[in-house]
């Protein structure tokens, strides 16, 4: 395990900062989705190598998370490691392709096919190449920014796991909910088993920071949130704290982003034991300050589809952004982190993801009277 003196010390360390809820005289700024599809040199290297391929090969992965910090340097203050939520379910056995969105052929269709996944899953041997991915990124950024590890939610997960891609009434996963909530609740454990220790590895690979994406959270009720993800959630993050601190190895934010879900924030901040909650666009940023009461940091929250009106859009949406988390100019900002609201879609040009960090570095800033 590689020890944090011996890589590169870090520079930057705004995110951090922010994540732990301390003042800080901007926000960090990074986006999600920030190495893909918008990016020349990602295309360049997507020609040439499939999309899991870039994942499992450590050397093309650490190449495609720092395009964006070589392009951004200086205005990025993140990297998160190039990979995928859907390792998780290839590690338990099943079979997930990429084309171009996620297709899994042989989805889990009633609890019966349950059996078809692995009864235990080593993450050490099965993602081995996600924490190599780490340790070689970690030293490739020397120190300019952190590094971000991630995993997907076990909701999120489960129904991408039945589903078999993407969809949009979730026949199939609320199918099991409401018809097998036993077996499903049983299942949605052993997918969080397998995120805890895809977790825990890549801190100790060198992540700085981890995030949990509930990119599927707003499809269930604020009762069913309740029922059927937040049990998964709070084990995830109690657990990978508990096993960190029992291993000796520094204890590293954890940030939820629970995609849909902002009617949950002021409870996920009284009791999930995340450090940061991630925001959609659904919600206003003095809204979210308002629900989590200083409790949590905040990330987010800007429309990516912003960044497809131009510079001035931009500035004036980025400027209302600001002003609205930072909300009285004479109080100290802290516990923000701005991002967009979910991933940089393909089709923005690079240039105006540049002008988006310039914008968030200028409003964002104590100097800048808003
Ligand atoms: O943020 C980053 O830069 C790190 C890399 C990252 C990817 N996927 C790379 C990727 C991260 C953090 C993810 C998370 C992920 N993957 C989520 C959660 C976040 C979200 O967007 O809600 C989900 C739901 C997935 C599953 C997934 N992977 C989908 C639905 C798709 C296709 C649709 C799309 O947005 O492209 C992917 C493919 C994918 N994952 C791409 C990238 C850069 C593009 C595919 C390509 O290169 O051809």
Redesign the pocket.
Known sequence: MPQNSEFPPLENDLLLRAARGEETERAPVW???????YLPE?LEV?KKHE?FE??RTPELATE??LQ?IRRYSGLVDAS???????VVPQAMGMEVL?N???HFPDPLRSPADISKLKETVDVNIELKYVFEAVTMTRHALKGEVPLIG?C?APW?LFA?MIEGG?SKTFQNAKTWIFKYPEESKKLLMRIADVCVDLLVGQVKAGAQLL?V?D??AGELSPHDFETFSLPSLVYISSRVKEILASENVPIVPMTL?P?GASYALASLASTSGYDVLGLDWIIEPSEARRAVGGKVSLQGNLDPGVLYGGRDAIEREVRHMCASFRGDNNVPLRGWIANLG??I??GVDPEDLRWFFECVRKYSSKSTKL
């Open positions: 986006v999600m989705r920030q190495a893909g599809r990602f997507r999309f870039v994942c495609v998370t964006p998160i490691i190039f990979c995928d939520i859907l990429m171009p969105g996620p991630f997907g999120t991408y993407g995030q994406f990119s599927w982003f995609k979910h991933g879609t393909p």
